[in-house]
T-cell receptor, first 111, second 112 residues
Framework: GEDVEQSLFLSVREGDSSVINCTYT??????LYWYKQEPGAGLQLLTY?????DMKQDQRLTVLLNKKDKHLSLRIADTQTGDSAIYFC???????????FGGGTRVLVKP | NAGVTQTPKFQVLKTGQSMTLQCAQD?????MSWYRQDPGMGLRLIHY???????DQGEVPNGYNVSRSTTEDFPLRLLSAAPSQTSVYFC???????????FGPGTRLTVT
């Protein structure tokens, strides 16, 4: 199968860390992306990781990739109310030029 | 740059009507695509284009047509609207396939 799965919902208090998890099934994926969708808007690329990397850090964002378990996570440090959005895990395979989107995780940041 | 623009933002159609959703980008991107977003299902690819004059089907192409006569424009046509096509439609473009995709703001379509 070529599924990308994410939990539906995450609630977190402002200032805490958020961790959004994603699992995928295709071991030949080349890149893995995290996109953010704010209410009523399109998707924006947050960060990405090459499949030959284990970790990538970008300011408050940390992406961890476990290729053996096909598990990807996005950690947001010091979560702010502006981080409330839907986060999509997206897998890209160069073979077949295919992008597969997860169903999205809705993150709600409470003050 | 305006990025990726879509019109209209909202549309209500009756079953059987046809219409065209417009998409344009000013970044000289070769790759353009149309997705539909339904609750809990992420985005599903309808059609895509790797350059002017070249289009191909995605995951859910039935009931939709596309054309790419210029690099900038990639309209999506609904031939005979059905309630199952009620969704939010996103157009996206990228430099090439696999590169970061830039999304338009979306068109919310309701078919009654």
């Amino acid at each position: 199968g070529e599924d990308v799965e994410q939990s539906l919902f995450l609630s977190v208090r402002e200032g805490d860390s958020s961790v959004i998890n994603c699992t995928y099934t295709d071991s030949s994926s080349t890149y893995l992306y995290w996109y953010k969708q704010e209410p009523g808007a399109g998707l924006q690329l947050l960060t990405y990781i090459f499949s030959n990397m284990d970790m990538k850090q970008d300011q408050r964002l940390t992406v961890l990739l476990n290729k053996k378990d096909k598990h990807l996570s996005l950690r947001i440090a010091d979560t702010q109310t502006g981080d409330s959005a839907i986060y999509f895990c997206v897998e890209y395979r160069a073979a077949g030029n295919k992008l597969t989107f997860g169903g999205g995780t809705r993150v709600l940041v409470k003050p | 740059n305006a990025g990726v623009t879509q019109t209209p933002k909202f549309q209500v159609l009756k079953t059987g009507q046809s219409m065209t959703l417009q998409c344009a980008q000013d970044m000289n991107h070769e790759y353009m695509s149309w997705y539909r977003q339904d609750p809990g299902m992420g985005l599903r690819l309808i059609h895509y284009s790797v350059g002017a004059g070249i289009t191909d089907q995605g995951e859910v192409p039935n009931g939709y047509n596309v054309s790419r006569s210029t690099t900038e424009d990639f309209p999506l046509r609904l031939l005979s609207a059905a309630p199952s096509q009620t969704s939010v439609y996103f157009c996206a473009s990228s430099y090439q396939e696999g590169y970061e995709q830039y999304f338009g703001p979306g068109t919310r379509l309701t078919v009654t």
